[in-house]
């Protein structure tokens, strides 16, 4: 899989102002949201349950992936759950599953600015 930095360098390259972060906070996601932001994600399969596992790349860079790595766009949510889009389809989680997927990379995204 790719990561956050890649994927944030690539959309500049279209005109976008993307930046990619780590450890990221579920205040400042909410708030992103809450701006109309929407925020790219590294997820551990369709948000659900993830184990990190680390990895040395074949030129020696160290980095944690983890089966079934995905990302996908927070577009909402509530007091109960997130609601994101994951190519087509758009579904909600429970914070707290959301919350362990995201994790499991990092709290890695994407976000825009204006």
Same mark, same amino acid.
């Given at each position: 899989? +790719?990561?956050?930095?890649?994927?944030?360098?690539? @959309?500049?390259?279209?005109?976008?102002?993307?930046? %990619?972060?780590?450890?990221?906070?579920?205040?400042?996601?909410?708030?992103?949201? %809450?701006?109309?932001?929407?925020?790219?994600?590294?997820?551990?399969?369709?948000? =659900?349950? =993830?184990?990190? +596992?680390?990895?040395?790349?074949?030129?020696? @860079?160290?980095?944690?992936?983890?089966?079934?790595?995905?990302?996908?766009?927070?577009?909402?949510?509530?007091?109960?759950?997130?609601?994101?889009?994951?190519?087509?389809?758009?579904?909600?989680?429970?914070? @707290?599953?959301?919350?362990?997927?995201? %994790?499991?990379?990092?709290?890695?995204?994407?976000?825009?600015?204006?």
């Amino acid at each position: 899989g +790719v990561h956050a930095e890649p994927v944030a360098a690539l @959309s500049r390259t279209y005109g976008l102002n993307a930046q %990619a972060v780590r450890n990221f906070s579920l205040d400042v996601l909410r708030s992103e949201i %809450a701006s109309g932001l929407p925020v790219i994600v590294w997820v551990a399969g369709h948000v =659900g349950l =993830g184990t990190p +596992v680390p990895y040395t790349t074949s030129d020696g @860079s160290n980095t944690t992936v983890a089966p079934y790595e995905h990302t996908v766009i927070v577009i909402g949510y509530n007091d109960r759950e997130v609601e994101v889009l994951d190519g087509a389809e758009m579904y909600t989680r429970r914070w @707290s599953v959301f919350e362990h997927s995201w %994790a499991v990379l990092g709290n890695m995204a994407v976000i825009m600015r204006p």
